[in-house]
């Protein structure tokens, strides 16, 4: 079946650190790869994106690049703010199914 | 263009009683889905609906039924709370055709049940 693995939580920061947070995968097929955020106590955004292997995702200074030979997406931004403070997620879709989700990441940024 | 809504926000139930949980959408969307999100496990499936009038079962289905009402609106029932299933719910909804899928899925912002 599919599955992702993302790094424990809560990842703690100042801000303008250089964040990461890894991700995994393992799927049947050829999946699209997801990032979602989750501010408190709002539903998840989708952040960013990549459908196939080698392209990167970006939003609002974060980035993904999609690994096939290390089937991973991990996450990344340059310089952490207070307001990116949020669980986020990391997701696959394979073809025309529901999405899995990872178990999410709690990062806090401190100024 | 309100996207994904959901209702109640919160709610509180007895062991026993029932409920439903509401969901619409004003994107046109083809599918919609159900998920329960509970701390450390992410957000899980518990059923779908690709399209009008069809639904299935995801990962965790036991103790909900659904009802795709029409291409817009997809009900979540529990028909005897337990304990359990005090989680928040999201519902969400994803264009999906033959060709030129929209893989995304927008989602709402939760209905968080507590059942005592």
């Known amino acids: 079946g599919n599955s992702v693995t993302q790094m424990e939580g809560p990842v703690t920061l100042s801000e303008e650190a250089f964040l990461t947070i890894n991700c995994t995968y393992t799927?049947?097929?050829?999946?699209?790869l997801f990032w979602y955020v989750q501010y408190p106590g709002e539903g998840l955004q989708l952040l960013l994106k990549?459908?196939?292997?080698?392209d990167k995702g970006s939003n609002k200074g974060f980035e993904a690049t999609y690994r096939k030979e290390t089937t991973s997406f991990h996450l990344e931004k340059g310089s952490v703010q207070v307001s990116d403070s949020a669980v986020y997620f990391c997701?696959?879709?394979?073809?025309?199914?529901?999405?899995?989700f990872g178990s999410g990441t709690r990062l806090q940024v401190q100024p | 263009n309100a996207g994904v809504t959901q209702t109640p926000k919160f709610q509180v139930l007895k062991t026993g009683q029932s409920m439903t949980l509401q969901c619409a959408q004003d994107?046109?969307?083809?599918?919609m889905y159900w998920y329960r999100q509970d701390p450390g496990m992410g957000l899980r499936l518990i059923y779908y609906?690709?399209?009008?009038?069809?639904?299935d079962k995801g990962e965790v289905p036991n103790g909900y039924n659904v009802s795709r009402l029409n291409k817009r609106e997809f009900s979540l029932r529990l028909e005897s709370a337990a304990p359990s299933q005090t989680s928040v719910y999201f519902c969400?909804?994803?264009?999906?055709?033959?060709?030129?899928?929209?893989?995304?899925?927008?989602f709402g912002p939760g209905t968080r049940l507590t059942v005592t």
């Open positions: 969400a909804s994803r264009h999906m055709t033959g060709t030129g899928d929209t893989y995304e899925q927008y």
């Open positions: 799927a049947t097929g050829y999946p699209s």
């Open positions: 990549a459908t196939k292997a080698d």
């Open positions: 997701a696959l879709s394979v073809g025309r199914r529901a999405l899995t």
């Open positions: 994107m046109n969307h083809n599918s």
């Open positions: 609906s690709a399209s009008e009038g069809t639904t």
